[in-house]
């Protein structure tokens, strides 16, 4: 794994390189609050973003709150949530999330991680995602690209998401806490790419253990 000052570095040359938050985001990320962010966020699992989005829409067309969720029959659920697929399971948890929330939380969705992920249906992706994106808070929430890029270059080493969410939060310096998921996020989208990363025209490859072992 990368040291100290070449963790700050990979960094730095990001920041330079990748955009940083940019607004139009969909799905999870560009809801109002943090009670939709939640739902959209279990809407996400195995779906495409473009997806999740619109299964996101016709849900909350339904309804926007706990209450008025599980107001709803069921099948109302599934079928505004069938473009993201898993419908079924996913009202499910749907339902269990609303009716834990207003029991334990009075329907308020607590601010912390601990408070998100005592919640059904939200794991450490999904809470990080809210905590980042609603509540303002400086943590690099970890997707697959984010995994992938980090465990690449050398930033972490970790063989689960979560993991490279716990080893990020300790290793990464201060400042780049606030938009390191958006230059990690562009960086796996435009350049280490899943299939064939475009590690000839990579700004970081110097440091990138990837390369250094596969590449070079
Ligand atoms: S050198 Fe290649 S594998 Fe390493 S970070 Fe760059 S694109 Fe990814």
Redesign the pocket.
């Known amino acids: 794994m990368l040291a100290g000052a070449e963790i700050e570095r990979v960094y730095r040359i990001l920041s330079q390189e990748m955009p940083g938050r940019t607004p139009g985001a969909k799905g999870p990320k560009g809801q109002p609050d943090a009670f939709r962010s939640c739902i959209s966020c279990m809407l996400s699992a195995q779906s495409l973003d473009r997806n999740t989005a619109k299964a996101s829409r016709a849900l909350f067309a339904l309804a926007t709150t706990p209450e008025a969720m599980l107001e709803l029959d069921d099948r109302d659920i599934a079928a505004a949530i069938k473009p993201c697929g898993l419908y079924n399971n996913k009202t499910r948890s749907i339902r269990r999330f609303c009716e834990t929330l207003l029991a334990e939380h009075g329907g308020v969705v607590p601010d912390t991680r601990e408070g998100l992920m005592s919640l059904p249906g939200i794991g450490r992706k999904c809470a990080d995602i809210v905590l980042s994106f609603t509540f303002g808070k400086d943590v690099i929430a970890v997707d697959t690209h984010v995994h992938r890029?980090c465990n690449?270059?050398g930033l972490t080493d970790a063989r689960t998401a979560d993991k490279t969410a716990e080893q990020l939060e300790n290793r990464s310096p201060a400042w780049a806490l606030a938009d390191g998921h958006f230059w990690l996020i562009q960086?796996g989208k435009r350049?280490?790419?899943s299939r064939s990363?475009?590690?000839e025209a990579?700004p970081?490859?110097d440091w990138?253990e990837?390369?250094a072992e596969?590449?070079a």
Do not use: A, D, L
Request: with cysteine; aromatic share 16%.
């Open positions: 890029v690449r270059i960086f350049i280490c790419t990363p475009k590690c990579c970081v490859s990138c990837y390369y596969e590449v």
